[in-house]
C-alpha cells in the first residue's frame, strides 16, 4: 500500500506562513487526487483541501478558504500546502491521503501519511 509522507510543520505565531509538502510514490501521483486534512486533540479529521489532475481542479474547506494554497510538482511527486495567516484555530496535526477524486470525506481516501504537527501560538 502506498504511503504519503509529510513534512513542513512547525510551531509559528499567528499571522504566520507555513509550506507542507506530501511526497508520493510516482505510480500515486500520477493517478491520483490528493488533499490534505487535519485532526486537533479530541476532534474528528477535518477536510482542508485537495487537488485533482491533470486540470488540477482544486477544492477548499471554508475555513481556510483565501489563505491556504494546494499545488502541485511532477516532477517531485510533491503536492504542497501554502498556508498564509495562520490561526490559532488551525492547530493541528496535517496528513495528506490519495482519492480518486475531490472528496471531502476522509473515507474516500487511502494511503495516509504519518502526519505533521502545525502549532499555530496567539
Known amino acids: 500500500q502506498v504511503q504519503e509522507v509529510e513534512s513542513g510543520g512547525g510551531l509559528v505565531q499567528a499571522g504566520d506562513s507555513l509550506r507542507l509538502s506530501c511526497t508520493a510514490s510516482r505510480r500515486t501521483f500520477s493517478r491520483y487526487a490528493m488533499g490534505w486534512f487535519r485532526q486537533a486533540p479530541g476532534m474528528e479529521r477535518e477536510f482542508v483541501a485537495a487537488?485533482?489532475?491533470?486540470?488540477?481542479?482544486?477544492r477548499y474547506a471554508d475555513s481556510v478558504k483565501g489563505r491556504f494554497t494546494i499545488s502541485r510538482d511532477n516532477a517531485k511527486n510533491t503536492v504542497y500546502l501554502q498556508m498564509n495567516s495562520l490561526k490559532p484555530e488551525d492547530t493541528a496535526k496535517y496528513y495528506c491521503?490519495?482519492?480518486?477524486?475531490?472528496?471531502?470525506?476522509?473515507?474516500?481516501?487511502?494511503?495516509w501519511g504519518q502526519g505533521t504537527q502545525v502549532t499555530v501560538s496567539s
Open positions: 491521503a490519495a482519492a480518486n477524486g475531490l472528496y471531502s470525506d476522509p473515507r474516500d481516501y487511502d494511503s
Open positions: 487537488i485533482m489532475w491533470p486540470v488540477d481542479n482544486t
